[in-house]
């Protein structure tokens, strides 16, 4: 029932900037966290930003000051926009949400199909 949608992928030069979105849907009581990952080839899945509750609570060392993320007020949608990227960070990208759907059932994690973002001149 519930999916998780990413778009805003694509080839950029360093430098540049991209913005990645993510919307859930489907049977959907309560989000309690969204995050996004990314992994390059040949390295691990890494965990990029958290937000929980509506609040920024984690940003991998890599990304701080360059990258940043935001949900939608009706916290459904939680974005990452991405400032001043580097060629490392070239990866799949993907998005991540712990959620309820319904009030009865334990919260667990989603995951979206990942969207690519290149880095290169």
């Known amino acids: 029932q519930v999916q998780l949608v990413e778009s805003g992928g694509g080839l950029v030069q360093p430098g540049g900037s991209l913005r990645l979105s993510c919307v859930a849907s489907g049977t959907i009581f309560r989000i309690n966290a969204m995050r996004w990952y990314r992994q390059a080839p040949g390295k691990e899945r890494e965990l990029v930003a958290h937000?929980?509750?509506?609040?920024?609570?984690n940003y991998a060392d890599s990304v701080k000051g360059r990258f940043t993320i935001f949900r939608e007020n009706a916290e459904n949608t939680v974005f990452l926009q991405m400032n001043s990227l580097k060629p490392e960070d070239t990866a799949v990208y993907y998005c991540?949400?712990?959620?309820?759907?319904?009030?009865?059932?334990?919260?667990?994690?989603?995951w979206g199909q990942g969207t690519q973002v290149t880095v290169s001149s």
């Open positions: 991540n949400a712990d959620l309820q759907t319904h009030l009865r059932v334990a919260p667990r994690g989603y």
């Open positions: 937000s929980s509750s509506g609040t920024i609570t």
